[in-house]
């Protein structure tokens, strides 16, 4: 099939991927790898830049990520799975296109200003943190991508990649194609104390979580507190167990709310409705993730034929980056 066109996005390596990513990156990633010629990067050098203090769980995390990228769906048949550390040739495009980056472009970055405010227990006035976008904009860049799919926090960097492609093929000559931001369809999912969904609240849920971990979960989950008794009409709109019902058991959802607002369901019995329909759902993936544990050998292939794949096309771009710049 003709491909539309070159995708690139990446991840840092943070530990096990909770159900928000699922339901919002990753799901969208496993289509677009039938569509476009996708590469996807576990960013180690990004995860660096505010973690170099305790780099120690870096290593394991990114082979946790590789785990639930391909239990989610990802094929390494179809996209390209590579780890950024692996494929130099990024920070040599990072240090190229720091010579016509100003810096009021990185310091005006809304994300930066925001993660010095909330990470103030991190030393982060260094320069390789702010130059953390520019880094993305190197990963994205080097493989002349047309589009980048992302959450709506990173619509900012994909912008000032934008800004460094322009900047660039108008100083030297034509090399970039200014890649789109491919918006992430967000799917509103609550923590199960229904705030939201936070590794700092600890109310989350894994992807690959087991049959048996997601029922904890769910029997943990807030229903509509004002209720008491089995009889006691409900308000689904504020129970953190219908927001989940919309989202996996989307053609029960509206029975649910008319006997929920009735009061002729118990919430033991709605939750073991929740629980069943999303351990149907996850079941495939924590599977996959059993079996791909046991097999540290070929993760580790994966990401040896991904950094040949993926520096075949970044050497490429980096003699056309050096040639225009005269080096
Ligand atoms: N900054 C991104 C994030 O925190 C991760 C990232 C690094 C990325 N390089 C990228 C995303 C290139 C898309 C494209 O989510
Ligand atoms: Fe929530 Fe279901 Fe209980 Fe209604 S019956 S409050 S939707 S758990």
Redesign the pocket.
Known sequence: MEKKGVI?????PTGRLQLGNLMGALDNWVKLQEEYQCFF?V?DW?ALTTDYEDPERIRSNVQEMVIDWLSAGLDPEKCVIFK?SQVKEHAELHLLLSMLTPLSWLERCP?YKDQLIQLKEKNLATYGFLG??L??AA??LIYK?NA????E??AP??ELTREIARRFNFLYREVFPEPKTLLNEVKLLPGIDGRKMSKSYGNTIFMSSSPEEIKEKVKLMITDPQRIRKSDPGDPDVCTVYAFHKIFNPEETKGIEEVCRKGEIGCVQCKKALAEKKIEHLRPIYEKRQELLKRPEYIREILDEGRAKAREKAVQTMEEVREAMML
Not at 8 to 12: N, P, T
């Open positions: 690139l996005s990446g991840m840092r990067s960013v990004h950024q994300t953390y976008p880094l993305q990963d994205i991508s980048v799919p992302v959450g926090d990173q960097h994909i």
